[in-house]
């Protein structure tokens, strides 16, 4: 079957650590998105990236850090400069001109101790 | 700055109640609005709209779409305690960028 998986489900992290959670999709998409989750706030875009070796930043990226080496895989780095990290990330996935929206992941809830 | 903006943030009804979910927007190049419903973890597309009036109808879930006013309705009706979620408004504007808004928490009780 195909799908887009998010690994870990559940992370926690010290204050000061970088942490990478991982994003992977055989659904040949063009299209790879982060999005940041937190209450009352909806889903707010880290990154995307349209094309394996391109990204662009969305409207939260301080903090965070992508690459697309491969058309399949879109880790996301949370760095020690994101200030606030506690949340739930969804990745997706779309084809370029897909009219339908996103395929997301299941999500990675990260937890800053 | 576009925006989109959901209402109520959050809802409790008993089941058999019928419920109407809001969603307002101000963005430019708008393409098309979508509901997601998002249970436990990831979001599971319901609708897609992109003309004014014309109303997307699947069981009991509908909803419409007003270009001139900028906002659309999710409307269940004879609500179950499995339509119990968050559910999400999207627009897209170009592209694949899509504006999500806050969401709107439904609590159905049995």
């Known amino acids: 079957d195909g799908g887009i998986t998010q690994s870990p489900k559940y992370l926690f992290r010290k204050e000061g650590q970088n942490v990478t959670l991982s994003c992977e999709q055989n659904l040949n998409h063009d299209a790879m998105y982060w999005y940041r989750q937190d209450p009352g706030q909806g889903l707010r875009l880290i990154y995307y990236s349209q094309i394996v070796n391109d990204f662009q930043k969305g409207d939260i990226a301080e903090g965070y850090s992508v690459s697309r080496e491969k058309k399949e895989s879109f880790p996301l780095t949370v760095t020690s400069a994101q200030k606030n990290p506690t949340a739930f990330y969804l990745c997706a996935s779309s084809r370029r001109a897909d009219v339908y929206g996103y395929t997301f992941g299941s999500g990675t809830r990260l937890t800053v101790v | 700055e576009d925006k989109v903006v959901q209402s109520p943030l959050s809802l409790v009804v008993h089941e058999g109640d019928t419920v109407t979910l809001n969603c307002s927007y101000e963005?430019?190049?708008?393409?098309?609005l979508l509901w997601y419903k998002q249970e436990k973890k990831a979001p599971t597309f319901l609708f897609m709209l992109?003309?004014?009036?014309i109303e997307k109808k699947s069981g009991r879930l509908s909803s419409i779409l007003d270009k001139k006013e900028l906002f659309s309705i999710l409307n269940i009706t004879a609500t179950q305690t499995g339509d119990s979620a968050i559910y999400l408004c999207a627009v897209k504007i170009t592209g694949n960028q899509f504006y999500f808004g806050t969401g709107t928490s439904l609590t159905v009780i049995p």
């Open positions: 992109t003309s004014s009036g």
């Open positions: 963005v430019t190049n708008f393409r098309s």
